[in-house]
Each structure stands twice: as C-alpha cells, then as structure tokens.
Nanobody
C-alpha cells in the first residue's frame, strides 16, 4: 500500500488547511488511518486517528477543538481539517495506515505504512 499525502503549505496563524491522504490503489479490507507530525528536533507524534469504517476518532490534546479527521472509504482517502492554526503546529505531517479494526489510536510501532510527508508552516 502506498500513501499519497497532499494539502500542506504556508498559512498565517489563525488560518486553515486541509490535508488529504489517498492510498495508491483501491484498498480492500479494514484499516485505520491517522496523521502524525514531526517538528524539527522533535519526535514524531500522533495528531489524530480514525478507525475502520470511521466511527471512532482520537485527537491529541494539541489538536482538540481545532482539528477534524474524517475519511471517505469509497475514495480510500483520509482528511485532516486544521483550523485556528498556530505557529507550534508547524511540522511535517505524515499520514499513517494500520490494518485492522482497532478502535484506539495507533502507536508509532503499529503503523504498517507511512505517507511521504507534507510540510505545514504556520507563520506568526
């Protein structure tokens, strides 16, 4: 499975961005998806995740109330709507894919496939 992420860019504080991540081909089976991010000098951290088929979501405290994760299973695509962006949201954002029905958020080790990363830069 290959993941193609898009939607990053440069935005002013308070602005919004919508990230998308699509699998490279029609993916059959059950899988959860999520978004991690990694800022310079920091470890990769989970931002949000969504289970199969989409009825369970998780948000890290940093994104609660500002970020919304969703998925379109017909398009094999997951989205991350980010509102009220802050400079501390600046990072490379990676989409993540985990096979199975697990409802809880994935750990780094549980991710089966990673997207290539998309840069999000929030200016103050």
């Amino acid at each position: 499975v290959q993941l193609q992420a898009s939607g990053g860019g440069l935005v002013q504080a308070g602005g919004s961005l919508r990230l998308s991540c699509a699998t490279s081909r029609r993916t059959f089976g059950s899988y959860g998806m999520g978004w991690f991010r990694q800022a310079p000098g920091k470890e990769r951290e989970l931002v949000a995740s969504i289970s199969w088929p989409g009825d369970s979501t998780y948000y890290a405290d940093s994104g609660k109330g500002r970020f919304t994760i969703s998925r379109d299973n017909a398009k094999n695509t997951v989205y991350l709507q980010m509102n009220s962006l802050k400079p501390e949201d600046t990072a490379v954002y990676y989409c993540a894919f985990r096979w199975g029905y697990a409802l809880g958020p994935p750990t780094f080790q549980e991710v089966d496939y990673w997207g290539q990363g998309t840069q999000v830069t929030v200016s103050s």
